[in-house]
């Protein structure tokens, strides 16, 4: 079965600081992408940041980035100097090429302390 | 950016009633849309498949009786939840994607069976 495992269900973070949340993932195709959504109180689901399978090279998006390590399976997300709107739910989540669903994780609940 | 627009984004009905959700693609043209249903605190959970000019693809253990999918256009598809009954109630997401691209999720319904 494909999976998305998040094994962190909460983290907190001191505003400033940098935090890392863990994703695993499994399954046997070689081309899919990855993803980081992001679900505020309003419950919009907002991408974080995006990473195709092919690529060697981590993806970036300012203050996020991932370490992406394909033959481990793994797609961590780091969030440096922490802000309080960083504050949500973070769901790590993959899908493959064409019109296909998103494979979801259960997500973190990420908190910000000021 | 490509935008999905869902109505409503709260919706209170009585018990036994049918209730519309509508997703619409704002900006692309969506041969394929995804149905979410999301419990608190919970994850995304995949319901169905919608496709434009055919029948939609429940996932295993959706009622496609009680789910009422529609996509009759390129830009639209609808949930129609029959007979709504209070264990209906939850927070249903409809998403969709250009090919090979992330996925962009409508704001939500709420719905509450009353």
């Known amino acids: 079965a494909q999976t998305v495992t998040q094994s962190q269900p909460e983290m907190s973070v001191q505003e400033a600081e940098t935090v890392t949340l863990s994703c695993t993932y499994d399954t046997s195709e070689s081309d899919y992408y990855l993803f980081w959504y992001k679900q505020p109180p309003s419950r919009q689901m907002i991408l974080v940041i995006r990473?195709?399978?092919?690529?060697?090279q981590n993806a970036t998006e300012n203050r996020f980035s991932v370490n992406f390590q394909k033959a481990a399976k793994s797609f961590s997300l780091k969030i440096s100097d922490s802000q309080l709107g960083d504050a949500a739910m973070y769901f790590c989540a993959y899908r493959f090429p064409g019109n296909t669903p998103l494979v979801f994780g259960k997500g973190t609940r990420l908190s910000v302390i000021a | 950016g490509a935008v999905v627009s869902q109505h409503p984004s709260r919706v209170i009905c009585k018990s036994g009633t049918s209730v519309k959700i509508e997703c619409r693609s704002l900006?692309?043209?969506?041969?394929?849309m995804f149905w979410y249903r999301q419990f608190p605190k919970q994850s995304l959970m995949l319901m169905a498949t919608s496709n434009e000019g055919s029948k939609a693809t429940y996932e295993q253990g959706v009622e496609k009786d009680k789910f009422l999918i529609n996509h009759a256009s390129l830009t639209l598809s609808t949930l129609t939840v029959t007979s709504a009954h209070p264990e209906d109630s939850s927070f249903y997401i409809c998403s969709a994607s250009r090919r090979n691209t992330e996925a962009f999720f409508g704001q939500g319904t709420r719905l509450t069976v009353v």
């Open positions: 990473q195709e399978a092919y690529k060697q």
């Open positions: 900006d692309f043209q969506a041969t394929t």
